[in-house]
């Protein structure tokens, strides 16, 4: 698909890493895009040579200032001179203030969010994490954009009114917990109408998505994974963080086949932000999203 939908124009931010050139150089041979290369450009030939990707062609922007890289390139996306914004070997500050500079200047209102999709090998569907990266402790009105943004993002990768399900704690022992009032108000607003182009899943753990509200584990052929709702609303940042990080555990087979692959949505620029501990072999996918979204 992303083949069909190429080639675009890609900002990459601090392109001075092995796996981020070896997935560009695959994404450029397979049709997908064209790179803006932004960083140190002595190092950016040094490896493009070293792993023989011809870059002769590409804008090379040298520039060693994680915030200058970040803002030249955002300004990039924002302009239309590229089609969306990949994240290379660059922490995430600098690329957040980027972002919000960018949709202040344009006047972008959204909330700005995360949106990680998961790949797990009993899926034949991503599942999209949301927000895990940035909203630290986003009440009712901030959760209501996040989920907007989540809907919206799936959307235009082909799914059609995508489940949301919302993650809180167990009730009973606390009725008053802020994470089962927002869902209750989630829901309210849901039946008003104000949470078009998707649909809520009954439940609010796991367990109820997967085996019903009354279910119990007593076998895991019992388990029926199509259940999964497309969409999981964390309620903040501190578990959404560490839910889509088992991945990192699958080298050492406690989560083997787990891919991630993150997004930074609602500010009007397609952005892919890979983890800098990415393989090329995910960071071509997410290259190929990034198309496919932008």
């Given at each position: 698909m992303a083949r069909k939908a190429g080639p675009k124009k890609i900002s990459v931010l601090r392109a001075e890493n092995r796996e981020f050139l070896l997935a560009m150089k695959?994404?450029?041979?397979?049709?997908?895009?064209?790179?803006?290369?932004?960083?140190?450009?002595?190092?950016?030939?040094?490896?493009?040579?070293?792993?023989?990707?011809?870059?002769?062609?590409?804008a090379v922007i040298d520039s060693r200032d994680p915030q200058e890289v970040a803002d030249y390139g955002v300004r990039l996306a924002a302009t239309g001179e590229t089609d969306f914004v990949l994240r290379g070997y660059i922490y995430g500050p600098p690329l957040y203030r980027a972002l919000i500079r960018s949709t202040s200047d344009r006047e972008c209102k959204r909330q700005i969010s995360a949106v990680c999709l998961l790949e797990f090998p009993v899926l034949q569907k991503f599942i999209a994490i949301t927000d895990p990266g940035l909203a630290v402790a986003p009440d009712f009105a901030a959760k209501m954009e996040i989920i907007k943004n989540a809907v919206n993002l799936l959307s235009r990768l082909g799914y059609e009114s995508p489940q949301v399900g919302i993650i809180t704690a167990r009730s009973g022992l606390d009725d008053d917990l802020r994470s089962l009032s927002d869902a209750k108000s989630i829901r309210e607003a849901f039946e008003r109408g104000e949470l078009p182009g998707c649909y809520l899943a009954e439940g609010l753990t796991l367990s109820d998505f997967l085996l019903g509200k009354d279910g119990f584990l007593e076998s895991f052929d019992r388990v029926d994974y199509s259940r999964m709702p497309d969409i999981l609303l964390v309620?903040?940042?501190?578990?959404?963080?560490?839910?889509?990080?088992?991945?990192?555990?699958?080298?050492?087979?406690?989560?083997?086949?787990?891919?991630?692959?993150?997004?930074?949505?609602?500010?009007?620029?397609?952005?892919?932000?890979?983890?800098?501990?990415?393989?090329?072999?995910?960071?071509?996918?997410?290259?190929?999203?990034?198309?496919?979204?932008?």
């Open positions: 695959e994404a450029h041979r397979r049709g997908y895009g064209e790179p803006v290369l932004i960083g140190d450009e002595r190092k950016i030939r040094e490896i493009a040579e070293e792993i023989e990707f011809d870059i002769s062609n590409f309620h903040n940042l501190e578990f959404g963080n560490i839910f889509v990080k088992v991945d990192s555990l699958a080298e050492r087979d406690f989560f083997s086949g787990v891919r991630r692959h993150s997004f930074i949505v609602g500010t009007g620029i397609p952005v892919v932000a890979p983890s800098r501990s990415d393989t090329h072999k995910t960071i071509i996918t997410e290259i190929a999203l990034g198309v496919l979204v932008s």
